[in-house]
């Protein structure tokens, strides 16, 4: 027996296998709960991105949420007003922004108008963010989440998202009553 598990460390330490800890760890997503309904994967959209400071977001479990490739775009506007985007995979997200958090950030759903047709959705996703989890709004902003359901499950297959901002409030139909 002690000659299995010298050739699992040896397969482990040169990059053969992975340690079944973290192979245990993927297994564990995608939640049933986070893909089953539009609710459950724009609730766990806000939940892998949230956390107090010295946290990393969820990169696992964010990416379970997404199709392979899934497309990220930001956008954001210069002091001129000029604007601008950029697009990333959702693995280019978490390698570009990922890591632990310097200060907390609590991103949370506060209004939603949803379209669906089919095996698509198309959902506008007002948000709030904080540094707390019940704190006050620092700013808000609206989500553009396109999502497919395979038959089984939900999948994000892209997101967009704009800041509200001076001259740009955001419309009274995707705010709260």
Known sequence: MWYIRT???????????????????????????DVATLDGIINAYYEVVSGPAGQAADRLRDE??????????????????NPSVITMTVGGYHDRFGGPRQ??????EIHRVTQQFGNIAQV?????????ADG????RGINSIQLYFDGQRWWITSWIY????????????????
């Open 7 to 33: 050739l699992y460390m040896l397969l482990v330490l040169t990059g053969l296998l992975q340690p079944l800890s973290s192979l245990a760890a993927a297994q564990d997503y995608p939640l049933p709960t």
């Open 64 to 81: 379970s949420l997404h199709i392979p490739d899934a497309l990220v775009a930001i956008t954001s506007v210069d002091s001129a007003g």
């Open 103 to 108: 200060q907390g950030f609590y991103e949370r």
């Open 124 to 132: 506008w996703s007002t948000y709030a963010i904080s540094s707390t």
């Open 136 to 139: 006050p709004e620092a700013s």
């Open 162 to 177: 704009d800041n509200e901002r001076e001259g740009t409030p955001i419309p009274r139909r995707y705010l709260p009553d």
